[in-house]
């Protein structure tokens, strides 16, 4: 699916239960497809890889597999949480119906969960996603 003034261009990909919705776009030689989500302003190009159950929403940029990091099968929902880089080089969550920065997530979760094996759990996603998760130094596209 490909609606609203989302643009897919280029060599890009988007198949199987894909979506890509709002002001989103997919170039370049991206692939975006299972039952993957890229909404909102983000952008995914170069040689990303978004799939599986993966939510790509805001201003994220994507270019490259080592600027999104999710995990599905977590939390009290066994959902799917995804980390990604946005356009102002800060690493955000989707989960479920929250969209916010690391540290907002982690309070979130804190409030939500406290020291339960569903927050153990994602304070450890949340490292991973730190440790994942490369920060260029320079300007994004």
């Not at 776009?25 to 497809?33: L, P, S």
């Not at 940029?61 to 066994?78: E, K, L, M, T």
């Amino acid at each position: 699916w490909v609606y609203g003034d989302a643009w897919v261009y280029g060599d890009a990909r988007v198949y199987g239960d894909a979506w890509v919705c709002g002001d989103a776009w997919v170039y370049g030689d991206a692939w975006v497809y299972g039952d993957a989500r890229v909404c909102g302003n983000a952008r995914v190009y170069g040689d990303a890889r978004v799939c599986g159950d993966a939510r790509v929403y805001g201003d994220a940029w994507v270019s490259r597999n080592d600027q999104i990091f999710w995990i599905s099968n977590i939390g009290s929902r066994s959902g799917t949480t995804t980390f990604f880089l946005c356009e102002d080089k800060k690493i955000r969550a989707k989960c479920g119906c929250f969209y916010g920065d690391l540290d907002e997530f982690s309070s979130r979760v804190q409030t939500t969960h406290g020291g339960n094996r569903h927050g153990q759990t994602y304070r450890l996603a949340i490292e991973m996603a730190r440790t994942h998760i490369v920060i260029p130094d320079g300007e994004l596209e």
